[in-house]
């Protein structure tokens, strides 16, 4: 698989069988990892072989959403299941989540999405970050996630629809096959000193900051049924 690219897989199936990972779709996508901190840095080398937190990523799409499988691996859980499950949560990046960030072929504008190990969640609108970020933009996610604490993993599912994705960008076209969209994927874990900043695609930044456009790698959308 070519450096900093997820192939989505084209399927046909519903969200209950897509957030299984029992689904067929999750047995022959490939799979891409969470494995570098933000700064390109291995947690391996720093941390050693029993490093916990590797996370794995999938992705497959429907002609009405694309849809993300995370694999997280954990020592503990940092949460809080005092907050809400039922609207986004601000400042969900202070604990454990998955994040999504997402930019359509021909759009300047991109958008997170990102997803606690309990289903809470936060989606935004960032046209420039930390300066012009709609909080009200509703992404309309579907998402479900559990947990295995004997085997010490997390899975998340997240369905991402199109149509709220490309409206703000003014486009109504849904994505083909061949198409490219840009992508990064992040992971933050653990607390304190421990807390570990992850990136799919490094943004090499002096301190931890997902909000690099430019690092984004792409999210191919692809036929192989």
Not at 73 to 85: G, H, I, M, R, T
Not at 112 to 139: C, F, M, T
Not at 163 to 178: A, D, H, Q, T, Y
Request: glycine share 4%; proline share 7%; net charge negative.
């Amino acid at each position: 698989m070519p450096e900093n690219t997820l192939f989505s897989h084209r399927t046909d199936a519903s969200d209950k069988q897509l957030f299984s990972a029992d689904h067929p779709i999750w047995k022959q996508a490939e799979i891409v990892d969470i494995e570098r901190y933000w700064n390109g840095k291995s947690p391996i080398k720093n941390k050693g072989s029993e490093w916990k937190n590797l996370t794995e990523i999938q992705s497959a799409w429907t002609e009405e959403a694309v849809y993300f499988r995370f694999r997280c691996w954990f020592d503990e859980l940092n949460v809080n299941p005092e907050w809400s499950k039922e609207e986004p949560v601000q400042g969900l990046w202070e604990k454990d989540v998955v994040e999504v960030f997402i930019r359509p072929d021909s759009c300047d504008d991109y958008f997170e999405i990102e997803l606690s190990p309990l289903g809470q969640y936060l989606d935004a609108h960032i046209r420039k970050p930390r300066i012009e970020v709609n909080w009200s933009w509703n992404s309309r996610l579907r998402r479900a996630v559990s947990i295995n604490s004997s085997k010490r993993t997390w899975h998340a599912f997240l369905a991402l629809p199109f149509e709220p994705i490309l409206g703000p960008c003014g486009s109504k076209r849904f994505p083909i096959v061949g198409d490219a969209w840009r992508i990064n994927l992040f992971r933050t874990a653990g607390e304190g000193e421990n807390r570990d900043y992850l990136a799919w695609s490094p943004t090499f930044t002096p301190r931890p900051d997902f909000h690099v456009p430019s690092a984004f790698g792409n999210l191919i959308f692809l036929d192989d049924r």
